[in-house]
């Protein structure tokens, strides 16, 4: 009998298999022009703990037992993320110097670079799925389908920074700060799950337990994300801390205080669990990916 | 017996019809939050010429009777040569403060918002295509690969644009000009060929020649235009004249001078024809398109 794997040891081995195929779908540094894949892999390969990647391969596997390539819709999340982030730190949108503990992308390499770099894992993203093999193209199309309307403008990520970026310094409204949280990041994270699912070929009962859990974690996330916003220091964070209140963001702290707001998350976390059922065993891991999104400090 | 319709009529038909296909694949100025779906409109209805998309519908036609959705995949080059130039024009790259004679989106809605109207409209492109219906997966899957890997870094449109903020106020060198080229212009343009082809369902031999006409014209596009900063006026352009030289880029005019230049683009428009033998009259459009870019004037 084989010891169980502890979540922790799962997650590193998760990890590593993420960068193992992010190296792989992604342009070496020698390729012509340099600076802009030097660009792509500085902020690519930068310590991301790869949440969505690892939710959308342990949501293929609560599924399907073996599904090939389901690495390259992962990292495909990853690179919109990522692309995300540098948009977000240009100095036109959050203006963040810091990033994960370095220099950000813009300020490592020049704007127009970093504007560059974030069109192209955005590019990149959508070109590894498209030539990837191993799955009914019907499936392919559904994961473009998936990470487009949730990287996009409506109730998407785009669409969620806009409303993120129009909230600044006015009273904020709990309308409007569900729909920022929503849209900016939990769309995304509820697509991690969705793509390993369709990916997998999940039938559509699984697939709506599927969106029900990652629309839930996703709320969770993003409420732990500015519950540590207040309360921690810009060394554990890896990025300059108390930013929010300092650009009167559009926060659940801001808004609910700091103790509700986290009995908000463990209730989206619960109800992100209660929407597993259908999958028993098999969903194990997605549970305790769930605990580790409300639990972590940073 | 029907009049022939003359290639402006023709052109002035293909614009409207994609004018229409591009107003309901773009979400409402009405649709929340407002902001961006405005400037992703203010951009995409700014008098473009639609010319990728012209080519894409013509190569469909070259190939099939009727391919049914086919203004879905043409719509889709349109929204990434929009945001091409959003982001192209941004203050950090180019730093143009008029396209087609207006405000570019910057200077009309900000930067950040430009940022991310320019991402929105490359997220939409692909999701659009992913959204379609009317032919095989297999082939909006092969739209997907065509579109990213010509907006890419390698051999694509991003490289493209890298390489020419890297030449700038360099000496320019032959090998270095031809590759910003065609990776900045002509790989878009041979893509809205090749996208049209694989949406038609074309045979390899069909794919092959439409690549050659769409690469060797490509490369007349960038060559005018080039001719055209050095020879109009701002107002003759839309946007503003004499930039090239001003900011040191590598362009055909600056390495061969006017008349070589001009000769260069009418010998890549007959090596065009000559890959269109292959398909007789039905490339008739094709070959007219072909003199058109040729021979514009702005």
């Known amino acids: 009998m084989s010891l169980p794997v502890s979540i922790q040891d799962y997650r590193r081995t998760q990890q590593a298999r993420i960068d193992e195929a992010l190296e792989r779908l992604s342009p070496p540094e020698s390729e012509y022009p340099l600076t802009i894949h030097r660009a792509m892999r500085y902020s690519l390969f930068a310590g991301g703990k790869r949440i969505r990647p690892i939710l959308c391969l342990e949501a293929a596997a609560s599924v399907a037992d073996s599904s090939p390539g389901v690495e390259v819709p992962a990292c495909a999340l990853e690179m919109i993320h990522t692309y995300s982030l540098i948009h977000d730190d240009l100095p036109a949108l959050d203006n963040d110097d810091y990033r994960r503990g370095r220099p950000s992308c813009h300020k490592a390499f020049g704007e127009a670079i970093a504007i560059l770099a974030g069109d192209a894992l955005l590019t990149r993203a959508f070109q590894v799925v498209a030539e990837g093999t191993g799955v009914p193209a019907a ?160």
């Open 139 to 298: 499936r392919q199309v559904g994961v473009v389908r998936e990470l487009a309307q949730a990287a996009g403008t409506v109730n998407g990520m785009i669409g969620g920074q806009v409303a993120d970026l129009e909230a600044e310094g006015k009273p904020v409204e709990e309308e409007h700060l569900h729909y920022i949280h929503r849209a900016k990041t939990a769309a995304l994270i509820r697509a991690a799950v969705r793509v390993g699912g369709i990916y997998a070929g999940a039938s559509e009962e699984q697939l709506e337990a599927l969106s029900r859990y990652g629309g839930r974690i996703g709320l969770a996330f993003q409420i732990v994300d500015d519950v540590l916003d207040v309360v921690e220091s810009t060394e554990g964070l890896g990025k300059t801390a108390g930013k929010d209140a300092a650009q009167k963001k559009a926060t659940f702290p801001a808004l609910y205080g700091v103790e509700r707001s986290r009995r908000m998350a463990q209730q989206a976390e619960m109800e992100a669990l209660a929407a597993l059922e259908i999958f028993g065993e098999r969903a194990r891991r997605l549970r305790e990916l769930a605990a580790l999104i409300v639990e972590r400090s940073a």
